[in-house]
């Protein structure tokens, strides 16, 4: 039996090059939407509503009386309450409470997704890295890794966790295309230091979120399985699988 394949887009300025309608596209922004939004269900949260501009994240927060959050170039955006950090999120505030968030690149490259009619979205980070690569394992769906990467610019970090998945799930697919053997490979050869990779090769959302004296949020969303569930987006929300 043929296996299914999997495809990567290093940027949502590539995805229109991919068959999203007969895939589940997995929207990756690891630093720091998807690793935030990972750590904010398993920390207890209701359920999070990704939307792609500030006015609409304030207008729905009001509208269900929910945390409005988000960030615009690494900072909490004006007009909202919280930013884009794992470490708001602490299960003594954020559980029971449902979350509207806003962020620079990946909700913009989940609604990407939806409007072009994905079979499924899921959101992956290293801190659920496990739970998306067994869900993968377990679909037999066509599987787009999608990076959300910055302003349509291919970014390390995100290409590294696609490299991540194909290097956990390579023999449940047929691994196709260029990009995802760059990602793989990029991987491989970072995957012992994460954190010391982005350092050496000057990545660039690491030397961002630096400048903003983010270390430790850069170490945490590198780091595999601290927060091990699966986001799920069904009917508006993201919610745990």
Request: proline share 4%.
């Amino acid at each position: 039996m043929a296996k299914p394949q999997l495809h990567v887009s290093l940027s949502p300025a590539l995805l229109h090059l991919e068959e999203v309608n007969s895939s589940i596209v997995v929207i990756i922004d690891v630093l720091r939407a998807t690793s935030t939004i990972a750590t904010a269900l398993y920390n207890g949260a209701k359920a999070i509503v990704p939307v792609d501009s500030v006015a609409e994240c304030i207008r729905i927060g009001k509208q269900i009386e929910a945390i409005t959050a988000g960030e615009r170039d690494g900072r909490i955006a004006e007009g909202l309450q919280y930013g884009n950090s794992p470490f708001d999120y602490p299960p003594d505030f954020i559980k029971d409470k449902v979350l509207v968030l806003t962020t620079t690149n990946g909700t913009k490259l989940l609604h990407m997704a939806l409007e072009k009619s994905a079979r499924g979205i899921i959101t992956g980070s290293f801190p659920n890295l496990d739970a998306v690569c067994t869900y993968l394992k377990n679909a037999g769906e066509n599987i787009i890794l999608g990076c959300a990467a910055w302003k349509d610019r291919i970014n390390i970090e995100d290409s590294l966790f696609a490299g991540a998945v194909i290097e956990n799930v390579k023999d449940h697919f047929e691994i196709k295309g260029d990009a995802a053997s760059i990602a793989h490979g990029l991987y491989i050869k970072a995957k012992d230091d994460l954190f010391g990779f982005m350092k050496i090769n000057n990545a660039s959302h690491y030397h961002r979120l630096m400048g903003f004296g983010l270390e430790k949020d850069i170490r945490y969303c590198l780091t595999p399985n601290g927060a091990n569930i699966l986001p799920i987006f069904n009917d508006g929300k993201l919610v745990k699988g």
